[in-house]
């Protein structure tokens, strides 16, 4: 059961669209199931003689007495105004019991208290079978407000406790921190427009995508509207600073002609301007990621601060796991832009996924989690997907995730914990497409079989007691290639199995050989770092001087996109 509570101004407005027939002839058999008087209140539902100037006048008979209070002036958003809706599958209420449900939400979120005789005027109105809508006017018989702070999470809670007592499907409780969601108005345009998300989602998406790639306030603003999106800032009286920001989608106009504008935190709580700037440091131009001899350097540094970043979840340092959080949502988005291959498509849905669980009512240490983020930053920078290690970043990111998801549930974060577990899912599909290909050739290409015994007896002393499942795993040929890899490029088979056994516990991998395959390919090659040293010793940058701009974020070039032209 989801309730959605929001203000406004216009009575006799909503009172028409309840009672009428919707804005696609979806309402039928408009009536009040329950009312602050049921006597007292008119139905034009049921009463031909009663009208909605009639009904609007007497809900706004508390305003008015205010009115005359305020010198003719009535108090700003007196209308408040609470859908409620079942969820899809769950067995249609009867007028008798929509008309507890929304008892009990008057009385919880402080619009009516039980017993209350100078409660607000309200009204519960049905013209569907699966919700109501309850309107309320928000001052009380003896001319004061009612006391609705968190009033949306406190309708939440009531909900919860009617799922019980009803039988219906439970729900998993928010915390606010959730986008607002589309309007009605909203999803209607978009189906007249043949597009499968509206404005105010495409929108969202993109501007997570950017915020992800770029460095600074300036760059967002200005790869925004090379994407062909309309922006205004809203400047200081006195400083003339930017203060706020809208967006629009190219092409999404009102009925006047005129853009339609949603501001930063009307797409998601942290796209405000002041929200981005706290993970938007302002940095010069030269601090930006360059490409190095290693082209791979960026995917291993990223893969290597997702690694820290599950340690750091498991720290109980509820603000750093946050910011970790925050930063791995926005490194999916350019692991995303920087893969090909099918598996793409999975990797961009999670992302998406994972915006609900990057947030919760936890405020973050943004700082705390600077090398994750700057490290996914490179990625927007890189060129080219180098194979096996692509794949070891990917298989990192399914752990991460699964963790973010066990973190959200031991906080009772339900809502962020089923999102985590949804972006789990996504990344798990991803990985069991792009995987497979690369482990068979890495079979493919095992090293003779004296080499691979002398890799059996490295295993059997580096991790005696998980040899035997090691061994007969059936990725141990894959392996095999692996420690041959790491061993031409500097490494000790033996002490390397050793420390990467002991970052983490194998007991719960259900194949550990392939475990170690991806821990193993994410590891520097020594030698090269061996000669980059020694190049910089003697005077010679083994960096390029040249900047380079950020891939172009997710699903945003303009010949992709056919929602708004």
């Known amino acids: ?228 999106i309309n922006l205004k800032t809203r400047l200081g009286p006195e400083t003339g600073d930017v203060i706020g920001y809208s967006l629009a989608a190219p092409g999404d106009t009102n009925a006047a002609g005129e853009p339609v504008w949603y501001g930063g935190s009307k797409l998601a709580p942290d796209l405000s301007i002041n929200r981005l700037r706290e993970r938007l440091p302002d940095q010069r131009v030269a601090d930006r990621p360059r490409y190095v001899a290693d082209p791979t350097a960026s995917w291993r540094h990223t893969t290597a601060a997702i690694h820290a970043a599950r340690t750091v979840l498991d720290s109980g340092d509820d603000a750093a796991a946050q910011g970790h959080l925050a930063a791995f949502g926005d490194a999916l988005y350019n692991i995303a832009s920087a893969t090909t291959g099918p598996h793409r498509a999975e990797l961009r849905a999670a992302a998406t996924a994972f915006n609900r669980a990057r947030r919760s009512a936890t405020r973050a240490d943004h700082q705390a989690a600077t090398a994750l983020r700057k490290a996914a930053k490179e990625l927007a920078y890189a060129s080219g997907e180098p194979g096996g290690l692509a794949i070891a970043l990917l298989f990192a990111t399914v752990h991460l995730a699964q963790a973010a998801a066990k973190w959200h549930e031991q906080r009772g974060h339900e809502q962020k914990a089923a999102a985590a577990e949804e972006a789990l899912r996504h990344l798990q599909a991803g990985y069991q497409q792009a995987a497979p290909p690369v482990l068979a050739d890495l079979a493919r290409r095992a090293p003779r079989t004296a080499t691979a015994s002398r890799y059996e007896q490295d295993v059997r002393a580096a991790l005696p007691d998980h040899a035997a499942r090691i061994l007969a795993d059936p990725t141990w040929t894959a392996l095999t290639t692996t420690l041959a890899h790491a061993e031409t490029a500097g490494h000790n088979p033996r002490r390397l199995l050793a420390e990467l056994g002991t970052q983490r516990e194998l007991d719960s991998a259900e194949h550990p050989a392939e475990v170690l395959t991806w821990r193993i390919t994410a590891q520097p090659n020594q030698r090269t770092q061996a000669a980059r040293s020694r190049s910089t010793i003697s005077g010679t940058s083994s960096m390029s001087a040249t900047p380079h701009s950020p891939a172009t974020p997710v699903a945003t070039r303009p010949e992709e996109r056919s929602r708004h032209r």
């Open 1 to 228: 059961m989801v309730p959605d509570v929001s203000t406004g101004s216009d009575t006799r407005g909503l009172i028409v669209y309840l009672f009428g027939p919707g804005r696609r002839d979806e309402h039928t058999d408009a009536h009040i199931v329950a009312a602050w008087d049921m006597a007292g209140a008119p139905d034009p539902g049921r009463d031909p003689e009663a009208s909605y100037t009639l009904l609007a006048k007497r809900l706004d008979h508390h305003v008015d007495l205010r009115t005359r209070e305020l010198g003719g002036k009535k108090p700003p958003q007196h209308v408040w105004h609470c859908p409620v809706r079942t969820a899809p599958g769950d067995r249609y209420l009867t007028d008798a019991e929509w008309a507890e449900v929304a008892r009990r939400i008057v009385h919880a979120t402080g619009i009516a208290p039980e017993g209350d005789e100078k409660a607000c005027r309200w009204i519960a109105v049905r013209h569907a079978e699966d919700h109501i809508h309850i309107m309320a006017t928000t001052v009380r018989a003896d001319g004061r407000r009612p006391r609705t702070h968190r009033d949306g999470q406190r309708a939440q809670s009531e909900c919860r406790k009617i799922e019980a007592e009803f039988g219906l499907r439970r729900l998993k409780s928010g915390d606010l921190t959730a986008p607002p969601t589309p309007t009605g108005a909203e999803r209607a345009k978009a189906e007249r427009q043949g597009q499968s998300v509206t404005a105010r989602q495409w929108l969202r998406e993109q501007a997570y995508a950017v915020a992800a790639a770029v460095h600074n306030e300036a760059d967002y603003f200005t790869v925004l509207q090379s994407l062909g």
